[in-house]
């Protein structure tokens, strides 16, 4: 069973570039058997969907973030990454990565049914 | 974007009953693809049925999904004491963003 880490600095400040990585054990990012994506929650608000990525490279993202955002992947880490540029105290929240199941020959996508357990991100001066 | 709304925003039963949890979507939602997940404080989510209807590896039968097209239900046929939590649905079958509905609170009452 693949387990996520997520890791990066827990203060921001404004304006700046948010950066956070999540590790992958237990199974290779490069399986194709999983969509590698990001979720954030502010505190008691809902979650947001952010992006995601495949292991050809290959992003989509929430179009209201598209233009800060940035997700990577780093095969030989069995990493992948986010970047969020130009950070407001909006962007504090607790940030998740997860994988969605994918099974490339049927073409069917599962659920998010592995959550890394959540990284605090404070922006703030 | 798809929109989806979920109610109640609050549910307020008693263990041993049985819960109803909705989610609409603003438009038809492409091949089933909603899934529903469980938020306990201080925890990340956790899937408990993919493609509106299919419960995830380890989720028990007490929990089922049902709906097509707009209309979708998360149905907890029993109500255990840890059953209550924040329940959430999501779209994942249409193009991006992959929208959350707002969440339904489900309270010891």
């Known amino acids: 069973q693949v387990q996520l880490q997520e890791s990066g600095p827990g203060l921001v400040k404004p304006s700046q570039t948010l950066s956070l990585t999540c590790t992958v054990s237990?199974?290779?990012?490069?399986?194709?058997?999983?969509?590698w994506s990001w979720i954030r929650q502010p505190a008691g608000k809902g979650l947001e969907w952010i992006g995601r990525?495949?292991?050809?490279?290959?992003?989509n993202y929430n179009p209201s973030l598209k233009s800060r955002v940035t997700i990577s992947v780093d095969t030989s880490k069995n990493q992948f990454s986010l970047k969020l540029s130009s950070v407001t105290a909006a962007d504090t929240a607790v940030y998740y990565c997860?994988?969605?199941?994918?099974?490339?020959?049927?073409?069917?996508?599962?659920?998010?049914?592995?959550w890394g357990q959540g990284t605090t991100v404070t922006v703030s001066s | 974007e798809i929109v989806l709304t979920q109610s109640p925003g609050t549910l307020s039963l008693s263990p041993g009953e049985r819960a109803t949890l909705s989610c609409r979507a603003s438009?038809?939602?492409?091949?089933?693809?909603l899934a529903w997940y469980q938020q306990k404080p201080g925890q990340a989510p956790r899937l408990l049925i993919y493609?509106?209807?299919s419960r995830a590896t380890g989720i028990p039968d007490r929990f089922s999904g049902s709906g097509s097209g707009t209309d979708f239900t998360l149905t907890i046929s029993r109500l255990e004491p840890e059953d209550f939590a924040v329940y959430y649905c999501?779209?994942?079958?249409?193009?991006?963003?992959?929208?959350f509905g707002q969440g339904t609170k489900l309270e010891i009452k």
């Open positions: 493609g509106a209807s």
């Open positions: 999501q779209q994942y079958g249409s193009s991006p963003p992959r929208t």
């Open positions: 997860a994988s969605v199941g994918y099974d490339g020959v049927l073409d069917y996508y599962y659920g998010m049914d592995v």
């Open positions: 438009q038809s939602v492409s091949s089933s693809y």
């Open positions: 237990g199974g290779s990012i490069s399986s194709g058997s999983y969509y």
């Open positions: 990525i495949y292991t050809s490279g290959s992003t």
